[in-house]
Nanobody, 121 residues
């Protein structure tokens, strides 16, 4: 059973920092592109940042210069370092993997359960 599990969310004051992790578990050979999405109350889920297997990165304009995405392929883990957080960053943050290669085949568009990030004074 493959799982994506996010951690590291919480309550932080404006201007603060948090580091999110997304750990993939199970009998995984490799993972292609991974990404962080977020969904604020009453809003659609939006792409925050993405990273390919060879660590090519992309960011939403709203987080450029403040957030940094990275991954450790040896641990099947992805990270999101968030700095200069603002109240508008408050959302549930989700981990996504577009393809996960496992013994029985390929899993597509896999999601974690989400972790809450709240930015408030």
């Amino acid at each position: 059973q493959v799982q994506l599990v996010e951690s590291g969310g919480g309550l932080v004051q404006p201007g603060g920092s948090l580091r999110l992790s997304c750990a993939a578990s199970g009998s995984i050979f490799s993972i292609d592109k991974m990404a962080w999405y977020r969904q604020a109350p009453g809003k659609q889920r939006e792409l925050v940042a993405g990273i390919t297997r060879d660590s090519s990165r992309s960011y939403a304009d709203s987080v450029k210069g403040r957030f940094a995405i990275s991954r450790d392929n040896t641990k099947n883990t992805m990270y999101l370092q968030m700095s200069s957080l603002q109240p508008e960053d408050t959302a549930v943050y989700y981990c996504n993997a577009d393809r996960i290669y496992v013994r029985s085949g390929t899993l597509y568009d896999y999601w974690g359960q989400g972790t809450q990030v709240t930015v408030s004074s």
